[in-house]
C-alpha cells in the first residue's frame, strides 16, 4: 500500500499491532508506495478460501494464554481489565502471525485517488504488484499500472532490481548479513516497547460483538487516556489517536481496525504531519486454517511533508490470490539458487 498507509499501520498499532515493523518488507522496486515484490515464482496452488469459514477452536491461542479470562457478564460485556488483558494477548498474537506472512506470495492492487480542494477526485492511479519471498526478504514486483500490463521496457526495469537485489544478497558476507539482522533485530524490539505501551494508553470501551465474515468478533472502541504518559517517544502518537478494534473471539486475532487522527501528528525528520480527520481502515482474513492475511484497506489521509508538499487522498487496496511459498521453491528468472526457500 502506499507509502502513507504503511505509517499509518504502524500508528494502528495503537490498538493492536506494528504491522509496518512487523512484515519487514523491502521497498518497492519502483513506486515510493506499497509493499510489492517478484513473481516468477513456482508456489503450491493452495488458494486463499472463503473468508467466510467457520471459526476455527482457540486452539493455539488459547493454549499460549490459559490465564486469560474472557468470560462476558451478564449483558455480554468485558470488563476493562479484561479488555486491556485481551489487547495485550492479541498484539502478541497478531506479532506471531505476521511471521507468516511470508510463507505466502500475492497480489496486491493499489488503488489512489488525488483529491482537490473540495473533495473531488482531481486523478486516480492504480498499481498491481506481486509480492514474494527473495532470501530473507519480502519484495515486490511491479506488473501493472492502471490495470494495464506493463511495458516491455519497465518489465524490464523490473526484472533489473530485483536481479540486482538477488545478487546483492546472494554475494552478501557473513559480516553484512550478521549487521543487516541486528539492525532488523533493533527494529522488531522498537515495535515490541511500543506496542507494550498500548493496553496502558486507552480507556476500552466494549461496542459488542459482530459477525464480520462470517466469524465472531468482539468489537472495541479505544480513546486515549488523558494521563498518559508515554515510556517511549513513539508512543507519544498514541494520545492523538482513536479507533475501533474487531477481534476473532476463537483465536485472539486482530480481522479488522478503524482508526483517526484526532489531532496532528508529526514525525520524522523531514517534519511530515498528518492533520487530523486522517482515517485508515484495514482488515484481515482467515487463509488455509492457519494463518490471518491482508484482505483490504481503505483510508483518507491530509497529510503535509516538510511544510511544502500536501497530500489530500483518497487510497484503497486489496490482496488476492494467496498461494503458499514452498521451501523447494525456486525463483525463476531472478536467481537460480537450491538454497533459497
Known amino acids: 500500500m502506499r507509502t502513507w498507509g504503511l505509517a499509518f499501520i504502524l500508528l494502528g498499532s495503537c490498538l493492536a499491532t506494528v504491522l509496518a515493523q512487523e512484515q519487514q518488507t ?57 479488555m486491556q488483558a485481551l489487547i495485550r494477548v492479541v498484539a502478541q498474537n497478531y506479532r506471531d502471525n505476521s511471521r507468516k506472512l511470508h510463507d505466502y506470495t500475492y497480489i496486491e492492487r493499489d488503488v489512489q485517488h488525488k483529491l482537490g480542494s473540495s473533495g473531488q477526485i482531481k486523478a486516480t492511479e492504480t498499481q498491481t504488484y506481486e509480492v514474494m519471498r527473495l532470501y530473507d526478504e519480502q519484495v515486490m514486483r511491479l506488473i501493472e499500472k492502471n490495470d494495464q500490463p506493463l511495458t516491455p521496457k519497465d518489465t524490464a526495469k523490473e526484472e533489473e532490481k530485483l536481479q540486482k537485489l538477488a545478487e546483492k544478497r546472494k ?24 506496542v507494550s505501551e498500548v493496553a496502558d494508553a486507552y480507556n476500552f470501551r466494549m461496542v459488542g460483538s459482530e459477525m464480520l465474515n462470517g466469524r ?16 517511549v517517544k513513539e508512543a507519544e502518537m498514541l494520545t492523538k489517536i482513536r479507533g475501533r478494534v474487531w477481534i476473532d473471539k476463537s483465536e485472539q486475532q486482530l480481522v479488522k481496525f478503524d482508526i483517526s487522527a484526532v489531532s496532528t ?4 525528520w523531514v517534519l511530515a504531519r498528518i492533520h487530523a480527520g486522517t482515517n485508515f481502515v484495514y482488515e484481515q482474513t482467515r487463509v488455509n486454517d492457519e494463518v490471518w492475511l491482508p484482505l483490504r484497506y481503505s483510508g483518507k489521509i491530509d497529510m ?32 537460480q539458487d537450491p538454497q533459497q526457500k
Not at 557473513?174 to 527494529?187: A, M
Request: aromatic share 6%; hydrophobic share 25%; charged share 35%.
Open 304 to 335: 503535509r511533508v516538510a511544510l511544502f508538499k500536501s497530500d489530500n487522498e483518497l487510497d484503497e487496496g486489496s490482496y488476492r490470490d494467496y498461494k503458499k511459498f514452498r521451501t523447494s521453491s525456486k525463483i525463476l528468472g531472478i536467481v
Open 171 to 194: 554475494n552478501e558476507s557473513d559480516e553484512e548479513r550478521r549487521k543487516r539482522e541486528e539492525e532488523r533485530e533493533k527494529q522488531r524490539e522498537k515495535a515490541r516497547e511500543f
Open 216 to 231: 465472531d468478533a468482539w468489537v472495541i472502541d479505544g480513546e486515549p487516556r488523558p494521563d498518559f504518559h508515554p515510556g
Open 26 to 82: 523491502s521497498p518497492p522496486p519502483s513506486a515510493p508506495a506499497s509493499p510489492s515484490p517478484t513473481s516468477q515464482e513456482k508456489a503450491s496452488p493452495e488458494k486463499t478460501p472463503s473468508s467466510s469459514a467457520p471459526p476455527a477452536t482457540t486452539g493455539e491461542a488459547a493454549a499460549a494464554h490459559p490465564a486469560l479470562d474472557l468470560t462476558p457478564d451478564a449483558r455480554g460485556k468485558l470488563s476493562e481489565q479484561q
Open 265 to 268: 501528528l508529526s514525525f520524522g
